[in-house]
Each structure stands twice: as structure tokens, then as C-alpha cells.
């Protein structure tokens, strides 16, 4: 039973010894024990005869939290058992029992659930009291909480109570004291050890669970001074001079408070304990109770979590809050801090699980442990990162070149040979730690694999316009302004130099730096996971123009579509497909009027998927393109598998098309591929009529570049595309 429960009960006791008013009494209790548990409701009924025929029920106290009515002397109406409904009945015969009636308003019916209702009491526990062996009344407590499951801690006290209060019933009756039985039951049911001494300091009680806890009988303990039994010796002077300043009428420094402190059992074991001290002052004699607990679990629960909030769990190194921690705690402030990363451990993580890496994680701490003097502070920081913490005397240069020594050579786990990657960044000054190691992370980012870089103010600027950068791509994203739109390139057909189609192709105009180029902001997108939402928007917005610049085509004419690349994040949305057919229907296109372009490397990264996708989208109508390929790594026999339509070759194989052989050779063993498979062909980068006429040559399909067409705004790509007036303008 908790110390505030228990401390309820006693000033209850207390309080009844010194005169015979119990309802006040109970009352003060009620509003104590309403007010620690939380309750709405803490009351006592009496059952009893009226003049009339049939039992009155009679509210005799209450306590109610704030905004409740009090039922205090408010009656049921007169009962007949005949008269009474079927759960009035079974409440009156399981109460008659003595058994224990708890639930819920909202589960009564009849008479209760409208009583229950109109007190406002939402969850309830009733205890009978009972007098002489008759059901006098019966204890109720409320709780606002519809979900309240009533702890056995609490369900002993009310019992507790429930009996305390038959006794002073019984003992306005009779006049007699509280039974010294009772008050034993209540010690020998309290879950929590209760030792009780007197002004001497010798123990006059000490229940069951203190027997348990301490390792030592009631019977042998009695009359022993606290201060030589339970007391650890390193405390015992404290003790007893604080019972001595106390009862010469100091301040009480425990007295109502809940601490901390240590207990000694019978074999001399120390352990924590947490205690609440009250006092009962009686006309003959002042007694101190404790409510003790024995904490080590909790104890041990705390320093388990505290291990995990600041040590990494795989290396036992400290983590970036442990090192933290270290640092502030010591008197010289560091040089310094230098951070290893290797990113290689985050691929290998990903790729063949937590578990299998562990031994690689450990093999590299031990690896950098053995470049470190013992002393210096090493530590995890993030999965794959390490920190060290500089000293004075360290050369951070010097420690930089000697730490990328050991990964030269391999790291063998499991029969399997690693080499990992390393870069290395270190910030120095005796400012706060967590900057420096902010600093020293930046400067391992922006450091090359194998080379080490020293942080300057030029980074932070850097990260900074890039955080700026990241701000505003992400509100042009997600607030659907206009910076955000769509260009269009045309697609033109070989064989008749006639237009075929276009790529649409995003682009931003930036607020205050005006137009940026799609290599300043394509990656960032991808970095910051904003390219699902910016390539709808590149979808939308191609889908409109697509329906513009075919409206007024007619019947017979091939449609002119409309060629858009998806980001990887869009191929792996369930939805993806979803929201394409939603789009076409949007816009009232058919299938055929868009073209998905997926790139190779993404093709090679999700494979499974970018093929599930590829199947769906055609069933819907739409062509499939494969951009960029010649720059991955499928193979050709891959390529078969895929049932894409279009392959686009890259620009970087037509760049130096006219001087290098090998280029033209490779380009015609790729057209030749895709012709062969059933796929028509685009070359990419076309900006001169030789390279034009030359992948004619070759059996290139369409063309796209410069020379046909830059990239437009949709009302010059209508333009190119309108039929020549009447005077062949």
C-alpha cells in the first residue's frame, strides 16, 4: 500500500483518538483521499429504516471534487423489496454479503443508472461497511475516468477504510476505542514496509512487509533503537541527531516529505529505499510512522536507461550525448574535436542488416582505440560516425593523417573482407562542445573520401545557403506558388521532322535569386524527400498542357504527348498508379497521351518494383521510356525483361559523337538492341545537324536537343506546334 494511502488512514486514527465527532472526522479523511487519488466522489451511505414502509438510503458524507453537487444528506426514496428493480435487488443481497460492488454508469440500468447519472459519477467502487455483522452502510468512491481500473493498493485501502469507518460507528455506539485488531489488519495487508518507533527512538511496530524487506521478525526487533538495526551505520549519527533537534522543537526535515535515503538489512546489505515519515501525537506519547519502499528495482530500471541515453550499446563507447556529458563534466576544456565518418556503414547496415555489422562497428572502434593514447575520450556519435575529443597537447593534422592509416587495409567479419571509405573533419576552439562537434561533422561532410578537412566560417556559410535554399524549394513545393513550373522540350520525329511530343522538364525561379538551374535544386529535392510532391506538381501541370495542345486536333490525327520523368520516390508510391489514372481522367487524356520516363540507375535500384510500375502504366495506356540508359549498369539481357517501349539514349554518348568512333559504334549496337526488342529510340543532346543527320544514319527514331528545340514555355510550344495560317505564316 503507497505511503499516502496508508498516511490517510493514520491521521484518520490520529484524529479519532482525541474526541468523538467521527463524521468530521471521516470527512477531513474523505477530502484527503479524494484529493491524492484524483477521485470525483468520496462518500458514505447508511442504509436504514424509515417510518414508512421499505429502507432509506441515506448519504451521510461527502466529498465531491469541484463543480459536483454534494450528496450529503440526500435521500433515496423508500424501497419495498417487492417494489425494487432486479439490480436494486442483487445490490442489496450481494451488499447484505458483504461482497464488493464496482463498474461503470454507463453499464447500469433502472433506478442506479439514472441516480449514478444524476451525481455525475462515471466509474465507481462500492465497499459494505459492516456493523455487528450487519450491512450498516456502504463506502463509495467516483472517478472521472471511464476507463479506471481501480490498483490493488487502492482496493486494500478502501477496504481499509470501509472497516475503519464500521468502527467508528461502532464506536459512537459503544464508546469504546478503536480495536487494536483492525489497526494490526491494516499493517499486516500494507504492500510497503511500515516501522513505527517512539520519542526514544525504539521500535514499537513493524508489519509483515518490513519483515520481508529487512530480514528481521517482529518479535526480535521490538523494542531494539532504530539507529542500530535498519539504520546503516554510515547514517545513524544523522539520524539521531535529527530526532534530537526535532523533539527540542526544531523544524521537521522529513515529516511529510517523500525521500531518498538507504536501508541495511539483517546480513549487512545496503540497499535504496524511499520513505514517508508521519507523526502521531497522542496525550501520553508521540510516535513516528515510516511508509518504506524498497527502490532498487527502480533504481536499477534508472541506471539501465541511463546507460542507453548515454552509451552506444553496440561499441560501449559514449554516445553523442555521453560525450557531451563527459566533457562538461571535466575541468579543462578540450581543443577541439575531429569526426571520423564512414559511410560505407550506413550502405552495409541497410543492405545486410543491423546485426551482421555489429562486429564490424566493434572492429573499427577497437581499430581506433589502438591510434589513441588511453586517456583520450573516443566515442559513437551516429551509425556512422566516430568522435574524438582533442586535448591540448594533440596535433589535430598529425591525428587526422594517423587515424586514416588503419583503412588502408581491410576489415575481415565473418569470413568477408571490408574496405570502408573514410572522411575525416575537425573543428578546433574551447567553445561549447556540441558546436565543435557540429563543426568537426560539417567538415567531414564537405572532405573528400580519404582526406581530412579542417572547418572554417566558408562551410557554415555554405550549409546555411543551402538550409535557405532547402526553406524555400520546400515552401514553393508544399504553398503550390507559381515558382515552381513546367517547361517543355519538343520530341521530333526523324522521318518527318514533325513534332511528336514533349518533355516536360521543372523548373524554379527563386523568390530573390531568380531562375536556378535544375542541377541546383534536383538534388536537393531528392536529398530533403521533396520530389513526390514536386513531381506532381511537373505532372499536373504537363497533363494540362498536353490536353491544351491537343484540343482542337482532329479525330485522325496521332495525339502529341506529353513525356514525364518520374523520381524514384513517385516509382515506389503504392499509389502511384492511382493517382496517374485519376490525372487522365482529370484532364480527359487517354493513356497514349502520356509518357512515363523512369532512369536506368533507377531501374537498377528498384528492379522489381520499376518493373510492377512499367506493367501497370501500360495497362492504363501510357508508353514507357528508359532515360538516360548507356549510364547505369544493367545488362542487356535486363533489359529484355523490361516491357518499356522507348529507350533515350543519353546525351553523354552523343556529345563527342563526331570524333569518337567508339561513341557511334556503341550508340549503333544500342539502337540496334532497342529495335530489336521492339523499342523505338531518342537520342538525347542533339545541337548540330551533323550529329542530327548522323544518328538518322544510325536508325534513331526521334531526336531531342537544342537544334529542334530548347526547352519552352507551353504558350511557345503551342506556337511550334499551331498549323501555318492562311499566308503560310
Not at 493498493?153 to 472497516?163: G, S, Y
Not at 573516443?378 to 591540448?392: G, W, Y
Not at 523505338?680 to 527514331?701: F, M, N, R
Amino acid at each position: 500500500m503507497s505511503s499516502r494511502l496508508l498516511s490517510v488512514m493514520s491521521s484518520f486514527i490520529a484524529g479519532m483518538s482525541g474526541h468523538g465527532d467521527w463524521p468530521r472526522d471521516i470527512a477531513a479523511s474523505f477530502a484527503r483521499l479524494g484529493t491524492e487519488l484524483k477521485l470525483s466522489r468520496v462518500a458514505l451511505f447508511e442504509v436504514h429504516n424509515a417510518h414508512t414502509p421499505g429502507l432509506f438510503v441515506t448519504c451521510r458524507i461527502d466529498w465531491a471534487r469541484p463543480g459536483l453537487s454534494s450528496l450529503a444528506d440526500n435521500c433515496h426514496p423508500p424501497v419495498r423489496v417487492a417494489e425494487a428493480d432486479a439490480l436494486q435487488r442483487e445490490w442489496a443481497e450481494r451488499r447484505t454479503r458483504g461482497e464488493v460492488i464496482e463498474g461503470r454508469t454507463r453499464d447500469l440500468q433502472g433506478y442506479l443508472r439514472a441516480y449514478f447519472h444524476a451525481a455525475d459519477i462515471v466509474s465507481f467502487y462500492t465497499v459494505p461497511v459492516m456493523v455487528d455483522g450487519r450491512w450498516w452502510g456502504h463506502f463509495c468512491v467516483a472517478s472521472d475516468d471511464l476507463e479506471k481500473v481501480w490498483s490493488p493498493e487502492e482496493r486494500a485501502a478502501f477496504q481499509a477504510l470501509a472497516e475503519l469507518c464500521a468502527l467508528a460507528v461502532e464506536r459512537s455506539r459503544a464508546g469504546r476505542a478503536l480495536s487494536e485488531a483492525t489497526r494490526l489488519a491494516m499493517l499486516v495487508a500494507a504492500l510497503d514496509a511500515i516501522v513505527t518507533i517512539d520519542e526514544a527512538g525504539q521500535i514499537v511496530d513493524f508489519n509483515p512487509a518490513a519483515e520481508a524487506m529487512f530480514g528481521r521478525t517482529r518479535t526480535a526487533i521490538l523494542g531494539r533503537l532504530l539507529g542500530d538495526t535498519i539504520v546503516p551505520a554510515r547514517h545513524r549519527q544523522a539520524h539521531e541527531a535529527g530526532m534530537s533537534r526535532y523533539l527540542t522543537g526544531a523544524h521537521p526535515s522529513i515529516l511529510g516529505r517523500r525521500i531518498e535515503i538507504e536501508g541495511c538489512a539483517s546480513d549487512g546489505r545496503i540497499f535504496p529505499i524511499e520513505l514517508t515519515v508521519t507523526e502521531i501525537r497522542t496525550d501520553q506519547r508521540r510516535l513516528f510512522t515510516a511508509y518504506i519502499r524498497d527502490i532498487s528495482d527502480r533504481i536499477r530500471a534508472k541506471e539501465a536507461l541511463e546507460r542507453l541515453a548515454y552509451t552506444d550499446t553496440v561499441t560501449s563507447l559514449p554516445n553523442r550525448a555521453g560525450v557531451v556529458r563527459e566533457v562538461q563534466a571535466r575541468a579543462d576544456m578540450p581543443r577541439g574535436a575531429l569526426v571520423l565518418r564512414l559511410p560505407d556503414l550506413g550502405i552495409l547496415s541497410a543492405s545486410l542488416g543491423e546485426e551482421f555489422i555489429r562486429p564490424l562497428v566493434v572492429a573499427v572502434a577497437e581499430r581506433l582505440r589502438g591510434c589513441l593514447q588511453p586517456e583520450t575520450l573516443l566515442a559513437r556519435t551516429s551509425e556512422s560516425e566516430f568522435a574524438v575529443i582533442l586535448d591540448r597537447l594533440t596535433v589535430p593534422e598529425a591525428l587526422a593523417a594517423e587515424l586514416e592509416v588503419p583503412f588502408h587495409t581491410p576489415i575481415e567479419v565473418e569470413g568477408r573482407r571490408f574496405y570502408l571509405d573514410t572522411s575525416i573533419g575537425f573543428a578546433t576552439g574551447t567553445g561549447a562542445i556540441e558546436q565543435t562537434l557540429r563543426d568537426a561533422e560539417m567538415a567531414s561532410r564537405a572532405g573528400r573520401a580519404g582526406r581530412w578537412r579542417v572547418f572554417d566560417e566558408s562551410l557554415r556559410a555554405d550549409h546555411q545557403q543551402r538550409l535557405a535554399l532547402e526553406i524555400a524549394l520546400r515552401e514553393a513545393v508544399m504553398s503550390g506558388t507559381d515558382e515552381i513550373f513546367a517547361v517543355f522540350q519538343p520530341i521530333v520525329d526523324c522521318r518527318t521532322r514533325a513534332v511528336a511530343g514533349f518533355e516536360a522538364l521543372a523548373r524554379w525561379t527563386h523568390p530573390r535569386l531568380g531562375p536556378l538551374p535544375p542541377s541546383d535544386f534536383i538534388p536537393l529535392a531528392e536529398a530533403v524527400g521533396l520530389m513526390d510532391p514536386l513531381g506532381d506538381i511537373i505532372l499536373e501541370q504537363a497533363a494540362r498542357a498536353c490536353a491544351s495542345w491537343n484540343a482542337g486536333r482532329a479525330a485522325d490525327e496521332t495525339p502529341l504527348y506529353v513525356s514525364v520523368n518520374l523520381a524514384a520516390p513517385q516509382v515506389a508510391a503504392p499509389d502511384l498508379v492511382a493517382r496517374i489514372t485519376a490525372l487522365l481522367a482529370r484532364h480527359d487524356l487517354s493513356g497514349a497521351a502520356l509518357r512515363i520516363e523512369i532512369t536506368e540507375s533507377m531501374l537498377m535500384l528498384q528492379p522489381a518494383t520499376a518493373s510492377n510500375v512499367i506493367q501497370q502504366l501500360k495497362a492504363l495506356g501510357c508508353t514507357v521510356a528508359i532515360d538516360d540508359f548507356g549510364t547505369g549498369y544493367s545488362s542487356f539481357s535486363y533489359l529484355q525483361q523490361l516491357p518499356a517501349d522507348v529507350l533515350k539514349i543519353d546525351r553523354s554518348f552523343v556529345r563527342d559523337f563526331e570524333q569518337d568512333e567508339r561513341a557511334r559504334k556503341i550508340v549503333a549496337v544500342m539502337v540496334e538492341l532497342a529495335h530489336a526488342l521492339g523499342m523505338s529510340v531518342v537520342a538525347e543532346g542533339i545541337e548540330t545537324a551533323e550529329t542530327l543527320d548522323a544518328v538518322e544514319g544510325l536508325g534513331c527514331d526521334f531526336v531531342q536537343g537544342f537544334l529542334t528545340g530548347r526547352p519552352m514555355p507551353l504558350d511557345n510550344a503551342l506556337a511550334l506546334i499551331a498549323p501555318p495560317g492562311p499566308d503560310g505564316a
